[in-house]
């Protein structure tokens, strides 16, 4: 995991010093923001599983910078804050736990990728998506019975001990862009976002344990959008 991270700052950093270097001109700055939905997915759920509140609130929040290669393909940088919620209870007729989060999820999030426009107004972005577990809200519960008796084990702070601390997956954007002013646009996309690795730890004994497999509406304001 260290490694893989070091190699996708790496390419990141010789990305953005190779294109800075190429083309003399300056980035494309722009604000951005996106609301959808996010399903807690595992590759073979139980059929004897009761879940509930199957799908949850994401948002998110931040900037992008781009520098133009060539007239129809770029590369652009997207970073900022995301938030996912994972409220749900979950248990099984075959184990004797039930899980009950209550939990409010905040990321930093990093996303470099290549941005292809094959019309004027049409815009297809491929990312890799980078999560940094930054804050935990709320209480994660399992409650194990045994003969009537129960016993229940709640995280309420720590959250690092049961939180995978970094998750990273592709990223596909398809958007509309809408010039407004000179050298000015507004950008409405579609955004679809899977992790390769789960919101919890490997070793956290937990009856679930989701990827994020993500949908959300964005739009961005893009304040320069010509070379200079």
């Known amino acids: 995991m260290k490694s893989t991270r070091r190699i996708t700052l790496v390419t990141l950093l010789l990305l953005l010093g190779w ?3 190429t083309h003399a001109q300056k980035p494309q700055l722009s604000i951005e923001c996106n609301a ?3 399903r807690p997915f595992v590759r073979s ?3 004897y599983a009761a879940n509930s509140q199957r799908w949850q609130p994401q948002a998110g929040l931040g900037m992008g910078i781009g520098f133009r290669i060539t007239e129809s393909l770029s590369l652009t940088t997207q970073i900022g804050l995301a938030y996912n919620g994972l409220r749900h209870m979950y248990g099984s007729t075959r184990d004797d736990r039930t899980i009950d989060s209550r939990l409010g999820l905040l990321y930093g999030r990093l996303s470099p990728g290549l941005t292809l426009k094959p019309l004027k107004f049409v815009a297809i972005r491929l990312g890799l998506g980078m999560l940094g577990s930054l804050w935990t809200l709320g209480e994660y519960s399992i409650t194990t019975y045994n003969n009537g008796a129960f016993s229940k084990v709640s995280y309420t702070d720590r959250f690092s001990r049961i939180r995978n601390p970094f998750l990273i997956g592709p990223e596909l ?3 509309v862009d809408i010039p407004i002013q000179k050298s000015r646009v507004l950008s409405l996309c579609l955004t679809g976002f899977v992790t390769k690795g789960s919101v919890f730890r490997a070793g956290f004994n937990t009856l679930f344990n989701p990827r994020i497999a993500q949908l959300n509406l964005g739009m961005a304001y893009t304040f ?3 070379s200079q």
């Open 19 to 21: 294109a800075a270097s």
């Open 224 to 226: 320069s959008h010509k």
């Open 36 to 38: 959808g939905a996010w």
């Open 173 to 175: 954007s398809i958007g």
């Open 45 to 47: 759920e139980s059929v």
